[in-house]
């Protein structure tokens, strides 16, 4: 097990480097400046130049590289070239708990929707329950994110205003946020059990178990869950990841100051040392997520391990 967790960390800090590097050169590629036409008017060019020798643009690119490495081993992303008072760090471990919160419980709510849907799909094939699963997954797979959100700001604050739909003063207002983030992942896990479910109760163990007598739901959740969970475990990497790291339309529409809406500002504001620092933060915890949900299918699975040591 120690030797299969060194191979993924490893793996994972070759890929966090080889992210940091193609970032950094495709940013500086991009035609322009990281001051807006509108600054740049109001600028003189030995006023631009000044600006561009305090953050140090008027380097050679490779020079300007090597300074940032030194400085992320330092673990310091920089300050914010749109707020010069702000550094980076700041701004990502201050408004990313925020971010956390919704994510997390969206996380929570997935498993504990999108698992017993598929498995009551599986169980009851062909049957109300399937179709209907099977109908809300295609809608959750195909709708966009944002005409959810319309919809359900629609439904429940303008025709039925039930719940809030600005910040997070209370526990209704988490509502509209985590249904919004989490009702394309309940939509992929109700499909991806179902499938799973279905494979497994057609076994050779699942028969034995039943002509043994073991009680039908022991049947499913000790045997068949056990095994057909396998694909849900390996997409909570990217789920959580993705949710705990918010997502800009959420946070848009329902006023929520994350992290999700300072990323998106910062490209179209061309703010280097921010786009740079939340990518990096972002592709860190996915690599963290994704190596945490490794070690627990090899846990689940040890042929995982068994086949790549």
């Known amino acids: 097990m120690a030797k299969y967790i060194l191979k993924r960390i490893l793996a994972g800090a070759l ?21 807006s036409q509108e600054e740049q008017k109001k600028l003189t060019p030995e006023g631009l130049a000044r600006l561009n020798a305090k953050y140090g643009l008027d380097k050679p690119v490779w020079e300007q590289y090597v300074t940032y490495l030194k400085g992320l081993l330092k673990f310091d992303f920089g300050t914010s070239f749109k707020k010069p008072d702000t550094t980076v760090n700041e701004i990502i471990f201050g408004h990313f708990p925020t971010s956390a919160k919704v994510g997390a419980v969206a996380v929570i709510v997935s498993l504990l929707v999108g698992i017993p849907l598929g498995i009551a799909a599986a169980l009851h094939r062909g049957r109300v329950i399937d179709w209907f699963c099977m109908v809300f997954a295609t809608v959750g797979i195909s709708a966009p994110v944002f005409v959810i959100s319309v919809l359900l700001m629609y439904l429940f604050c303008g025709v039925f205003p039930i719940f809030p739909n600005f910040g997070l003063n209370s526990w209704q207002s988490y509502v509209l946020p985590v249904a919004c983030l989490s009702f394309n992942p309940i939509a992929y896990i109700v499909r991806q059990t179902r499938s799973s479910m279905l494979e497994a109760m057609e076994q050779d163990y699942i028969r034995t178990a039943r002509a043994k007598g073991v009680r039908e739901f022991w049947v499913v959740v000790k045997h068949a ?83 790549n040591q």
Not at 15 to 35: C, D, E, K, N
Not at 264 to 286: E, K, L
């Open 225 to 307: 869950l056990k095994n057909a969970i396998m694909p849900v475990v390996t997409y909570l990497g990217p789920l959580v990841a993705g949710l705990l790291t918010g997502s800009f339309i959420v946070e848009r529409m329902f006023s929520i100051s994350g992290i999700g809406r300072y990323f998106v500002q910062s490209i179209s504001d061309r703010d280097y040392t921010m786009i740079m620092g939340i990518t990096i933060f972002f592709g860190v915890f996915v690599v963290v997520c994704n190596l945490v949900v490794d070690i627990l299918a090899a846990i689940i699975d040890p042929r995982i391990k068994l086949s």
């Open 15 to 35: 890929t966090i480097f080889v992210l940091i590097t193609i970032a950094f050169f495709l940013m500086h590629a991009m035609p322009g400046s990281p001051f």
